[in-house]
C-alpha cells in the first residue's frame, strides 16, 4: 500500500509475465489503498464494497477472493497504517542514546507520520471509533504499545516511581484525543507543532523521590509519597 492511500497504478489486462503472488499482492495493495482514500476522506459510512473496488479498479469477485467483506478490509488497512507508524517510532526511538530523547523523539515521530498522511490518520484515529468493537480493540492495542515506550523510559527516569504503567496510559490517552480533536477538525498538518507542548504538559515526577539516584522505598510507602506529592 502507498502512503496515505496512494494511487497504484493498474496492472496490464491480458496475457502477460507476472507471476501471482505478484498479481495478488498488486490487487490487495490497490484495495487497501482504496479502503484508506475512502474512509479517510468520506468517513467509515462511505465505505462500502462497491465503493472500495471502484476507486481500486478491481472486480468484485477478485475483492472476495482477498477480503470477506468491507470490515475485513478496513481492519487489514488499519493494521498496515499502524505497523507503518510504530516502524517510524521505533526507527527514531532507536536513534536516541537517552530516555528523554528517545520520548520526545517517538512523539515526533507519531504526529509526523499522521500529519504526512493525514487520510490514513482520520481512518484509523478517528472513523476506527464508528468500525465496531474489533476495529476497537485494534486501537486499543496500539495505543497499548505506544504506552509501553512510556512505560519502558519511565522505569529508566524514574524507576522508584509506584505506579509508571498508569502515568504512561494516562499521558498516551491524553495526547490521543489531542490528536483525535485535531483530526477531527482537519487540523492535521498541525500536529508536529503540538509535540514539545504535550512533552510540557504532563508534570514528571520529581527525579530527587524517584529517580535512579533516589533511595529506594517500599511499595506502599512508595504509593503514599506519590499520592502526598500532588497535594503539596
Known sequence: MDRDGGDLRRLPSGRHRLSR????GHQVARILSAVVEIAGTDGYRALTVDSIIANAGVSRATFYVHFKNKDDAFLRAS??????????????????????????????????????????????????????????????????????VVTDNMHELFPHYPNPELMAETIVGGIYQVAYSRIARGETESLPELRDGLLHTFA?????????????????????????????
Open 21 to 24: 503472488d505478484y498479481v495478488a
Open 79 to 148: 493494521d498496515v497504517v499502524v505497523e507503518q507508524m510504530m516502524d517510524r517510532v521505533v526507527h527514531a526511538y532507536q536513534g536516541e542514546p537517552d530516555a528523554t530523547g528517545r520520548v520526545r523523539a517517538s512523539l515526533g515521530a507519531l504526529l509526523g507520520y499522521l500529519s504526512e498522511n493525514p487520510r490514513a490518520a482520520r481512518m484509523c484515529v478517528v472513523e476506527s471509533m464508528s468500525a465496531g468493537p474489533l476495529a476497537a480493540e485494534r486501537r486499543d492495542r496500539a495505543l497499548a504499545a505506544f504506552a509501553q
Open 204 to 232: 514528571a515526577p520529581d527525579p530527587d523521590r524517584w529517580g535512579p539516584d533516589a533511595p529506594s522505598r517500599e511499595p506502599e510507602s512508595a504509593a503514599r509519597e506519590s499520592r502526598a506529592s500532588w497535594s503539596e
